[in-house]
């Protein structure tokens, strides 16, 4: 079984940063990747920015250039840091493991809200 345990979300006002950490404990594969998913209310759950073990990133195009992804393989955490916020950002950010390339499963946790207001 796996365990994703997130931190860092909270209040900021627009034009501030946060930073999100996630980490993930039990059974963890050697090939996966890590990412940070959002979902504001009424809306569906979307990618905000993906990397895997080897490094491949990937990003919403509303992020760009604004958060960046990293992640320590010996402490299997992922962080993603938030710059020049705006309210738009605002959702419940969930970190995901995913491990179907090698035949495992995809893991969530549980959820941290992210909340840009002035």
């Known amino acids: 079984q796996v365990q994703l345990v997130e931190s860092g979300g909270g209040l900021v006002q627009p034009g501030g940063s946060l930073r999100l950490s996630c980490v993930a404990s039990?059974?963890?594969?050697?090939?996966?990747?890590m990412g940070w998913y959002r979902q504001a209310p009424g809306k569906q759950r979307d990618l905000v920015a993906s990397i895997c073990k080897w490094g491949t990133t990937a990003y919403a195009d509303s992020v760009k250039g604004r958060f960046t992804i990293s992640r320590d393989n010996d402490k299997n955490t992922v962080y993603l840091q938030m710059n020049s916020l705006k309210p738009d950002d605002t959702a419940v950010y969930y970190c995901n493991l995913d491990q179907r390339r090698t035949g495992g499963q995809n893991y969530w946790g549980q959820g941290t809200q992210v909340t840009v207001s002035s």
């Open positions: 039990g059974s963890i594969f050697s090939i996966n990747c």
